[in-house]
């Protein structure tokens, strides 16, 4: 998958309709190029969703419906901060993505703890929720690919897109864990081979580069989740015992470095964009 080279909003415009009518086209991609640092990154957010969200939760005495309510009142001032920039910023967009796997968690567990969802249930309404955004994306836009984030509109369906697949990673991650109890370690290797799976059928079978992006960044999100449980949960649970805070705090520290190191290198930004100026 190659990055389109920067032209001017007119050029755009004239160039796609579809992207034409979806309002004011940004001149650069606003979301990062799926390099090894995404991943990394994506997968260390999704740990933090996790033992972020329990640590809140134990700490702040507010009940899970309290810190719902609060972390989703932050998601929505990060994501206004976001849609106001004109291109591509690591520190804005990765602190989106970790209080959008805060959030996405939050959601499940409200559904199964506060609601009594079975995670059958809410699994299964996930992924139609999930699937009808996909839809309704590619009806509008006749593409979902994230090399093309780079209108409004398109930006809206993304992180519809992210925030769906994170609540989704959620349900399913628990529900495989609930029936086949494989324990912390297990569970993440599981995942881990299937994303492994989705990246063979990918690079040898050639599995569509837009499925096989949004297939992997599901299964990411109980991926992260099996190592934050592992590393934070008591021994006698089967975890290491290091707790929420240790686990939060180290991982937030690896985000951050990883963060700033890309924002003074620009690695993950297309190789065409990286020597051209951006507006803020």
């Not at 190659?2 to 992207?19: F, G, K, N």
């Not at 309704?136 to 093309?148: F, K």
């Not at 628990?174 to 994303?195: P, Q």
């Not at 580069?209 to 590393?231: M, N, Q």
Request: charge should be negative.
């Amino acid at each position: 998958m190659t990055a389109d080279i920067p032209v001017t909003v007119e050029t755009y415009a004239s160039a796609d309709p579809a992207a034409a009518s979806s309002g004011p086209r940004f001149r650069w991609n606003k979301v990062p190029e799926v390099t090894a640092y995404f991943w990394v990154i994506k997968v260390l957010c999704t740990t933090v969703g996790e033992t972020a969200a329990d640590l809140l939760n134990e700490k702040l005495g507010l009940g899970l419906t309290g810190v719902s309510l609060l972390m989703s009142a932050l998601l929505v001032a990060v994501l206004v901060a976001q849609f106001r920039t004109r291109a591509y910023r690591p520190g804005i967009y990765w602190l989106a993505v970790a209080l959008i796997s805060i959030v996405g968690t939050l959601i499940s567990d409200n559904l199964t703890d506060n609601l009594g969802v079975p995670l059958e249930t809410s699994t299964i309404a996930f992924a139609i929720v999930l699937t009808v955004v996909f839809v309704a994306w590619y009806r509008s836009e006749r593409t979902l690919s994230i090399h093309h984030i780079d209108t409004t509109r398109r930006e809206s369906f993304y992180w519809l897109a992210v925030l769906f697949t994170f609540a989704l990673g959620t349900a399913a991650g628990d529900l495989v864990a609930e029936r086949m109890d494989l324990g912390y370690w297990i569970s993440a290797g599981l995942f881990a081979l299937a994303i492994a799976a989705v990246a063979v059928a990918h690079f040898t079978l050639g599995l569509d580069a837009v499925w096989s992006f949004w297939i992997a960044y599901v299964l990411t999100r109980p991926l992260g989740a099996s190592i934050g449980d592992y590393l934070s949960q008591p021994t006698a649970d089967g975890g290491l015992g290091l707790g929420t805070v240790i686990t939060s705090v180290l991982f937030l520290a690896v985000i951050l470095g990883l963060v700033v190191f890309l924002t003074v290198t620009r690695r993950d930004v297309a190789q065409s964009e990286r020597g051209t100026p951006q507006a803020g």
